[in-house]
């Protein structure tokens, strides 16, 4: 192939990945200031620069945008790494540990998941783009409750209590609304898990600091 068709192919691909960045940002933008259900694809191609053709051709189906939008956040917003939980030997601390920094991602990304999470009920195509962060938070619930001490038949609650112990409306509606810090919602939340489990954890006793990362 001429050196010229070579160069032509290799600057077309460039702009093509240049354009499919500019649209996905662009939605990204949208999906966190209004929501995804207020986004138009009108709005999406005006804001990136682009024709609703050119949108199209990118990104064929809305479930399509959806999904380049989600893998292009967490790529810049990555959730908490589970597996320094996992080494941790005390279940107490780790629980302690996992929650200031799961707590500390919902701060940083409120706008966004507050938006993502009010739409998912009114848009079809948003659905399967929350299926890693269900996947990720059924596997923290795993992470954090092995070698927990739990009292004969009482796994499903402490079970349930850690999923609601890592929702983000659980975060919102206390650390999120400001009535208390961050400290003070892990101390609650991990109160709520030791009844649930009907033991006492060391290292979630109120006032003791999570080890640092």
């Not at 709005?43 to 620069?49: D, K």
């Not at 739409?119 to 596997?139: F, I």
Request: hydrophobic residues 40%; glycine residues 8%.
């Amino acid at each position: 192939m001429p050196r010229k068709r070579k160069y032509e192919l290799r600057k077309r691909a460039a702009d093509m990945a240049e354009t499919r960045r500019r649209i996905t940002e662009a939605a990204v933008d949208l999906h966190g200031t209004i929501g995804p259900s207020r986004t138009t694809l009108s709005a999406v191609a005006e804001r990136a620069g682009v024709q609703r053709h050119t949108l199209y051709r990118h990104f064929p189906t809305e479930e399509e945008l959806f999904q380049a939008c989600s893998a292009h956040y967490f790529a810049a917003n990555p959730l908490p790494d589970l597996e320094p939980w996992r080494g941790m030997g005390d279940p107490g601390e780790r629980l302690a540990r996992a929650l200031h920094e799961l707590y500390a991602f919902y701060e940083r990304t409120a706008p966004m998941f507050a938006n993502v999470l009010r739409d998912a009920e009114l848009v079809d195509a948003m659905r399967p783009t929350l299926a890693p962060l269900e996947g990720y938070l059924a596997e923290a619930a795993e992470v954090l409750g092995a070698g927990l001490p739990v009292g004969d038949g009482r796994r499903h609650v402490l079970t349930a209590a850690l999923r609601h112990a890592m929702d983000f409306a659980t975060w919102r509606s206390l650390a999120g609304t400001g009535r208390i810090t961050r400290g003070e919602a892990v101390a609650l939340i991990t109160a709520l898990v030791e009844a649930a489990a009907g033991a006492q954890l060391d290292g979630c006793q109120e006032g003791r600091e999570p080890p640092q990362p």
